[in-house]
């Protein structure tokens, strides 16, 4: 069975931000991230700082929507040396049980 469309998206976002974390892309080319420096004890020790949106336009952009998704990731994640390495955790860490609680409203 292959993945649905959001589950490839959501992956591929992780792979994204990871490749941008581990300074894979030139740093005028990327999207920039802003990293939280006031996190606390959990997730990840690396976590993206949230910003308000006032518009859907805003809301919907790579930048805003990859927040919630990689502050919950384990450090296992976030701190792999690879990004093959990052893909199997990805996998093994069950990413579609992640994005339905988090991202899914009940």
Request: glycine share 2%.
């Amino acid at each position: 069975m292959l993945p649905t469309l959001k589950r490839r998206r959501l992956r591929g976002d992780m792979i994204e931000v990871f490749q941008i974390f581990h300074d894979f892309y030139d740093l005028e080319a990327a999207v920039k991230l802003n990293f939280n420096t006031f996190s606390t004890t959990r997730g990840n020790k690396y976590k993206l700082q949230k910003s308000t949106c006032h518009y859907n336009i805003r809301k919907y952009l790579f930048s805003s929507r990859v927040v919630n998704m990689w502050n919950s990731l384990p450090n296992d994640v976030v701190e792999a040396d690879t990004i093959n390495i990052c893909k199997i955790d990805l996998i093994n860490i069950g990413l579609i049980k992640l994005f339905f609680l988090i991202l899914m409203p009940t």
